[in-house]
C-alpha cells in the first residue's frame, strides 16, 4: 500500500482569518482596519523668513503624505504668511501632518479647517480662439475674465469652489485646451472663527 503525502491533520493546518466580501472574496484584517481617508485642508501660519517654504516642501516630500495642493500667500501681518495645504489622509496621517508642521521652527501656528471654511481657487486656460464668441459666453457662464485675446488664443481666467473649477475645465474642453495654470485651494475659516489661534491673538493684542 502506498503512504500518503506527510503532514499536518486538518485541525492543525493553518486556517485563513478574515471575513469575505460580498463576492466571497477574503479580505486581510490589517488591510480592513485601516482607517479610510478623508480629504481636509490645513492652514499654517508662519514667519516671513528664508526657505520655509521649502522646509515644509520636504518635509512633505520626506513623510509621503498625500498632498493635493499646497499655496502660500500673505497676510494682514507683513512678518507672516499663509501656507494652505489640500490632504487626503486617513486619520493619524491628518494629525501627523500637524504634528509635523508644528515642528517647523518659522511655523508659528497650525490648524486643520472645518467643512465649513471658504475655500477658494483660480485657473488660468488658454483655448483656441476659433470661436470667440462661443469662448466669451462660457467664461460669462463661470463668471470668469478674459485676459487676453488674439486671432488664434482665448486666455481667461476663473475663480471659485473645486467644483466649479473642474466644470469650468471641463466645459472649455471643447474649444481645445492648449495651455492651463491651476493655483490650488486657499482658505479661512467662517465667519467670526479665526483661521488660526495665533491670528485672533495678535488682533486682540492690537485692539488692546
Not at 501660519?45 to 518635509?59: C, D, K, M, Q, W
Not at 521652527?105 to 467643512?115: K, P
Not at 492648449?178 to 472663527?193: C, D, P, V
Amino acid at each position: 500500500m502506498t503512504e500518503g503525502l506527510q503532514g499536518p491533520a486538518p485541525d492543525e493546518r493553518p486556517q485563513p482569518s478574515g471575513r469575505r466580501n460580498a463576492q466571497g472574496i477574503r479580505i486581510d484584517p490589517a488591510v480592513a482596519a485601516e482607517p479610510a481617508s478623508r480629504r481636509t485642508v490645513i492652514s499654517a501660519l508662519v514667519e516671513n523668513e528664508p526657505g520655509v517654504l521649502a522646509t515644509i516642501s520636504g518635509l512633505v516630500s520626506r513623510r509621503q503624505f498625500n498632498i493635493e495642493s499646497l499655496t502660500v500667500g500673505t497676510t494682514t501681518n507683513p512678518e507672516t504668511s499663509r501656507v494652505t495645504l489640500v490632504i487626503e489622509e486617513p486619520e493619524p496621517g491628518v494629525r501627523q501632518v500637524e504634528k509635523q508642521l508644528d515642528k517647523v521652527i518659522n511655523v508659528i501656528s497650525v490648524r486643520e479647517l472645518g467643512d465649513d471654511a471658504v475655500r477658494r481657487e483660480l485657473v488660468v486656460l488658454k483655448v483656441h480662439g476659433e470661436e470667440p464668441d462661443k469662448v466669451h459666453a462660457v467664461t460669462e457662464m463661470y463668471d470668469g475674465t478674459t485676459l487676453d485675446a488674439g486671432p488664434r488664443t482665448v486666455t481667461v481666467q476663473i475663480t471659485g469652489d473645486e467644483q466649479k473649477i473642474d466644470d469650468a475645465i471641463d466645459a472649455f474642453r471643447q474649444f481645445g485646451i492648449r495651455e492651463l495654470a491651476r493655483t490650488g485651494q486657499t482658505a479661512l475659516a467662517r465667519g467670526e472663527e479665526w483661521t488660526t489661534h495665533a491670528e485672533e491673538e495678535r488682533y486682540e493684542r492690537t485692539q488692546s
